[in-house]
């Protein structure tokens, strides 16, 4: 098994019992239905990010692939929540995002070039990053994560259920 597979899957073991909390049965599909959760006609894709910083800049971030280039199928998901770990391994967010929007999200970076869209959290101003490509790719997520339209925040107490549902409305809207 695969470390992308054993984060995948904890990520599932977090958000499951979260949304279980929040009144909602999942039920799990495993890695190759192309979505981790489902209940009522939402499919949740779970991703996973550990604080990190592969680009040695002067804060730790998180960051997730959306989308990779070389998968050829559709996102089969309606749902994407990216589950944010802290160093201590406890839940710091979640970002809530509709599938419907991905194609909104800036194209992966440096060694992550090959990311189609992904999504990424800096810990401090991204304005403080000297490399222009890092910059705008943390900027742009930053603007998408505070319209409250692409992608929702939710810390550890918050409904991801709400987030859902907010963005399931919008969508329909």
């Given at each position: 098994?695969?470390?992308?597979?054993?984060?995948?899957?904890?990520?599932?073991?977090?958000?499951?019992?979260?949304?279980?909390?929040?009144?909602?049965?999942?039920?799990?599909?495993?890695?190759?239905?192309?979505?981790?959760?489902?209940?009522?006609?939402?499919?949740?894709?779970?991703?996973?990010?550990?604080?990190?910083?592969?680009?040695?800049?002067?804060?730790?971030?998180?960051?997730?692939?959306?989308?990779?280039?070389?998968?050829?199928?559709?996102?089969?998901?309606?749902?994407?929540?990216?589950?944010?770990?802290?160093?201590?391994?406890?839940?710091?967010?979640?970002?809530?995002?509709?599938?419907?929007?991905?194609?909104?999200?800036p194209q992966g970076i440096k060694q992550f070039?090959?990311?189609?869209?992904?999504?990424?959290?800096?810990?401090?101003?991204?304005?403080?990053?000297?490399?222009?490509?890092?910059?705008?790719?943390?900027?742009?997520?930053?603007?998408?994560?505070?319209?409250?339209?692409?992608?929702?925040?939710?810390?550890?107490?918050?409904?991801?259920?709400?987030?859902?549902?907010?963005?399931?409305?919008?969508?329909?809207?």
């Open positions: 098994m695969n470390l992308s597979t054993i984060k995948g899957y904890l990520g599932e073991l977090i958000v499951k019992p979260k949304l279980l909390e929040e009144g909602l049965t999942t039920i799990s599909l495993g890695n190759q239905s192309g979505y981790d959760l489902e209940y009522n006609d939402i499919k949740i894709d779970v991703k996973l990010s550990c604080l990190k910083n592969e680009f040695k800049l002067d804060n730790n971030y998180w960051g997730w692939a959306l989308k990779h280039q070389n998968k050829k199928k559709d996102i089969k998901a309606t749902h994407l929540i990216c589950v944010a770990l802290t160093e201590t391994y406890d839940v710091n967010a979640f970002y809530v995002i509709s599938a419907n929007n991905i194609n909104g999200f070039s090959k990311v189609e869209h992904g999504f990424g959290v800096y810990l401090s101003d991204p304005s403080e990053i000297k490399d222009e490509d890092i910059r705008l790719f943390f900027d742009n997520s930053m603007k998408l994560l505070h319209n409250n339209v692409f992608v929702i925040k939710v810390n550890e107490t918050g409904s991801l259920r709400n987030a859902i549902e907010q963005l399931s409305l919008e969508k329909n809207a």
